[in-house]
């Protein structure tokens, strides 16, 4: 069973940055694409950026330049680091682990932008 546990969300003014943190248990880990979505208020929820387990990263259009996504496979774990932070970034953003068959989400964490 696989458990993914998020932190790092809160309130930011705009052009602010944070850096979320995904910790995942299970032994998968390193095999795994790990993602982070988001899903703002009566939207669906969107990949913002993913990343495979020897390093490959892909980033949305409208993320790309601000938003960082990292992995420590050592330590399971995949981080978020958001710069140049605007209102329309704020949403829940959830962590997510795909593997052939396995789709695990975390309960995710609110990101605010706003002055």
């Known amino acids: 069973q696989v458990q993914l546990v998020e932190s790092g969300g809160g309130l930011v003014q705009p052009g602010g940055s944070l850096r979320l943190s995904c910790a995942a248990s299970?032994?998968?880990?390193?095999?795994?694409?790990m993602g982070w979505y988001r899903q703002a208020p009566g939207k669906q929820r969107e990949l913002v950026a993913d990343?495979?387990?020897?390093?490959?990263?892909n980033n949305v259009d409208s993320v790309k330049g601000r938003f960082t996504i990292s992995r420590d496979n050592a330590k399971n774990m995949v981080f978020l680091q958001m710069n140049s932070l605007s209102p329309d970034d704020t949403a829940v953003y959830y962590c997510?682990?795909?593997?052939?068959?396995?789709?695990?989400w975390g309960q995710g964490t609110q990101v605010t932008v706003s002055s």
């Open positions: 997510n682990l795909r593997f052939l068959a396995y789709n695990y």
């Open positions: 299970g032994g998968i880990f390193r095999l795994a694409v």
């Open positions: 990343i495979t387990g020897d390093g490959n990263t």
